[in-house]
């Protein structure tokens, strides 16, 4: 009996995180570039982290010059004291990160820019405590004259 409930466990959660892969690193909202879905979808894990890899290129409107982005701890969350989203943007050896400091208000972050040209930045999503959330997150990668150009998104790292 132990068995057959530690395979179901152990097929619970593939499906959890497939479908957690689906909703954070493909869903798409109303604009090409942004995300929604959960991060610590169980709710027991405090250090619960996200990893994407965003690709910024010339997509014939010019060199990427930085990305930009914010993150918004949706409404539907409860309300957790104590309980933040953060968002750090990474490249080489530049980084610069935010905080959506009022939970579940509708009001995303102030965007954050991180100038580090074409190439890959690492986008981290955690959050400080223990307990599920949803989040949303607007990214762009933009050139020099402020004009969005190529990007793409790919998941790297859940749990």
């Known amino acids: 009996m132990s068995s057959i409930y530690s395979k179901f466990s152990h ?16 869903s798409r909202v109303s ?13 027991n894990v405090p250090s619960f982290t ?9 997509d014939g409107n010019g060199p990427a010059d930085h990305l930009i982005a914010n993150i918004k ?3 539907s969350n409860p309300a957790v004291e104590g309980m933040f ?3 750090t943007l990474f490249k080489g050896s530049k980084a610069i990160s935010v905080t959506d400091v ?9 965007f954050i820019k991180l100038s580090a ?6 986008m981290i999503v955690s959050k400080t405590k223990a307990g599920a959330r949803s989040v949303f ?9 402020d004009v969005h150009t190529g990007t793409d998104i790919a998941l790297s790292h859940y749990e």
């Open 11 to 26: 097929l619970l959660l593939v499906i959890t995180m497939l479908t957690a892969l689906l909703l954070f690193g493909q």
């Open 31 to 43: 604009k090409a570039h942004e995300i929604a879905g959960p991060i610590d979808p169980t709710g």
């Open 50 to 58: 996200a990893v994407a890899m965003v690709t910024c290129y010339d």
């Open 73 to 75: 701890d949706l409404p």
């Open 85 to 87: 989203v953060n968002m």
């Open 102 to 110: 009022v939970p579940g208000d509708d009001n995303p972050s102030q």
């Open 117 to 122: 040209g074409n190439g890959v930045y690492f």
């Open 137 to 145: 997150v607007d990214y762009h990668c933009r050139t020099a004259n």
